[in-house]
């Protein structure tokens, strides 16, 4: 089992591109695999005949365990290559190799930080940051769900259905329960007037119809404002330091079935709001169709999540370590305000809830940091300066 993404530990088999018996080259897209983060396709690094299949479609294995062998050779996660150049081709994790295609990245120009110089998912996202121009590549169907069998019934309970969990969902749980129990939270709570960003929202829509960008891009745009004058949120807490990073990349709390996935959208303060909203929109459209790459949800700073669509007026959010806050936002629902002359008027608030690390980020500083997005969402008109 290959090493897809940085924090993977199994992986779940999804679909085998090849059969038992069919010839393969270095660089054929052998399987389909599901880690902690997204589904992903690993390419062959090593050429001949699949002679066995050992690990089947919805079974998982562990790190470095065999899933399969070419002529008789065990394949796992270690390339035969331990850094150098297969046939030709620039030594490269998978991850990287892929992601490559995705930006245009041209391999044989770069030199890896990984061991032995193999390069590493970050050499190819910073030499596209240099000005290698990204390619678009089309999405892979949405997978057909594995049915879960059925349990015995409950005494009492009736009939139960048990569904393992996948991958993703168990180290989904294995780190919110981490988090909640070494990260100490605390939370600052802010009623916003939504009225302004509604109206933005509204003019943006009748322009240009159903590409119009949402208030949930609207909300990220000026978070990441408010963080680029706040840099002191824009962290994490890093043992004996606290780690302030240069990039702005905020992550979108994303909802799938079974799932709840973080896409990143980078360096999100120095982009337009239709940038933003074409990004996020083809980011959440890959994780809902499971297409998401690892790469898709790396290297977030801060994390936005919002259910104000579903109408939730307030709720708490668990840090997506290891960021030191995330901002939820509530729906915007109107409030009745009473003027200085006595006059009565319903304005659109929502509610604003930051939890911070209060490890890494003071009380202060995150009311200070609040206050200025209040503002910024109050006068969104700033989005075009």
């Given amino acids: 089992m290959p090493r897809l993404s ?187 007037d939504f009225g302004e960003v509604l109206r933005l929202r509204k003019r943006l829509r009748a322009a240009v119809g159903d590409a119009a960008p949402t208030v949930n891009d609207i909300v990220v745009a000026l978070t990441a404002r408010a963080l680029r004058e706040h840099p002191e949120i824009n962290c994490a807490y890093a043992g004996d330091a606290v780690e302030r990073y240069a990039r702005i990349n905020v992550g979108i709390a994303v909802a799938r079935p079974g799932a709840l996935l973080v896409p990143v959208v980078r360096d999100a303060d120095r982009r337009s709001l239709g940038e933003i909203a074409r990004e996020s929109a083809a980011l959440i459209e890959r994780v809902r169709t499971s297409s998401s790459t690892p790469a898709d949800l790396a290297d977030g700073t801060f994390t936005v999540s919002n259910l104000g669509m579903y109408g939730i007026s307030a709720f708490d959010s668990i840090i997506n370590a290891p960021e030191a806050a995330i901002l939820s936002v509530g729906a915007a629902q109107p409030r009745a305000l009473v003027g200085e002359d006595g006059a009565v008027s319903s304005r659109p608030f929502a509610t604003l809830t930051l939890a911070c690390d209060h490890r890494a980020v003071y009380g202060a500083d995150g009311a200070a940091f609040l206050a200025r997005l209040r503002a910024l969402l109050e006068s969104p008109e700033v989005l075009v300066l």
């Fill in 6 to 192: 940085d924090a993977m530990e199994e992986g779940t088999i999804v679909r085998w591109l090849k059969g038992v018996g069919d010839e393969i080259a270095v660089g054929d897209e052998l399987v389909e695999v599901e880690t902690d983060k997204a589904t992903v396709i690993y390419e062959a690094e090593v050429a001949g005949r699949l002679s066995a299949i050992l690990v089947q479609v919805g079974e998982a294995q562990k790190l470095g365990a065999p899933i399969a062998t070419v002529g008789g050779d065990a394949v796992a996660a270690a390339p035969a290559t331990n850094g150098a150049a297969v046939h030709g081709r620039p030594p490269a994790t998978p991850v990287a190799r892929r992601r490559a295609r995705e930006l245009g990245v041209d391999l044989s120009g770069l030199h890896g930080t990984g061991p032995r110089g193999r390069i590493r998912l970050a050499d190819v996202e910073d030499a596209a940051t240099r000005g290698s121009a990204p390619v678009a590549t089309p999405a892979p169907p949405p997978l057909a769900p594995v049915p879960a069998g059925q349990a015995p019934p409950a005494a009492g309970r009736g009939a139960s259905e048990r569904l393992p969990l996948t991958s993703t969902q168990r180290v989904i749980a294995q780190r919110m329960a981490e988090t909640i129990a070494t990260v100490p939270h605390f939370r600052l709570a802010m009623e916003v």
